[in-house]
């Protein structure tokens, strides 16, 4: 997937569209061309802005607000912990575009869900394995 996938509220049904017909989405969404240096998850603290950091994907799943809407939940992992995620109003496209098992690249927030940190994801991108340090992983 060369375009960033956008999972904001407001923006998941132009995202459908442009799946859809394969238009070309604004980079313009992450600074630079690589993430900065890496923060690991046991760093992070609620309320938190995060504009481009690279995760790996330990697991992932398609699931149903009580509204009826999808969303993916996501657990995010590097070598200080895992971290659940959410990315609300989602579509099957969007589900099916993240490498289980793979690393991705993320724009979006922490916050504090039941005393537990999660992040909401707002913008994501799949990275070449090539270009991670694997040793943050691991």
Same mark, same amino acid.
């Given at each position: 997937?060369?375009?960033?996938? &956008?999972?904001?509220? $407001?923006?998941?049904?132009?995202?459908?569209?442009?799946?859809?017909?394969?238009?070309?989405?604004?980079?313009?969404?992450?600074?630079?061309?690589?993430?900065?240096?890496?923060?690991?998850?046991?760093?992070?603290?609620?309320?938190?802005?995060?504009?481009?950091?690279?995760?790996?994907?330990?697991?992932?799943?398609?699931?149903?607000?009580?509204?009826?809407?999808? &969303?993916?939940?996501?657990?995010?992992?590097?070598?200080?912990?895992?971290?659940?995620?959410?990315?609300?109003?989602? $579509?099957?496209?969007?589900?099916?575009?993240?490498?289980?098992?793979?690393?991705?690249?993320?724009?979006?927030? $922490?916050?504090?869900?039941?005393?537990?940190?999660?992040?909401?994801?707002?913008?994501?991108?799949?990275?070449?394995?090539?270009?991670?340090?694997?040793?943050?992983?691991?």
């Amino acid at each position: 997937l060369a375009e960033p996938v &956008y999972f904001h509220r $407001t923006v998941a049904p132009v995202l459908q569209r442009v799946l859809e017909h394969r238009m070309a989405v604004p980079y313009h969404t992450f600074s630079g061309s690589l993430n900065m240096a890496h923060r690991f998850i046991q760093d992070l603290n609620p309320g938190e802005q995060i504009e481009d950091q690279t995760f790996l994907i330990r697991s992932k799943d398609l699931r149903t607000t009580t509204q009826g809407s999808l &969303y993916i939940h996501a657990i995010l992992a590097d070598k200080s912990g895992q971290l659940p995620a959410r990315a609300w109003q989602a $579509t099957e496209a969007m589900f099916n575009a993240l490498p289980e098992g793979g690393f991705v690249r993320l724009k979006g927030s $922490t916050e504090n869900y039941k005393g537990n940190l999660q992040f909401i994801i707002q913008a994501i991108r799949v990275v070449d394995p090539d270009s991670v340090d694997v040793g943050d992983f691991q």
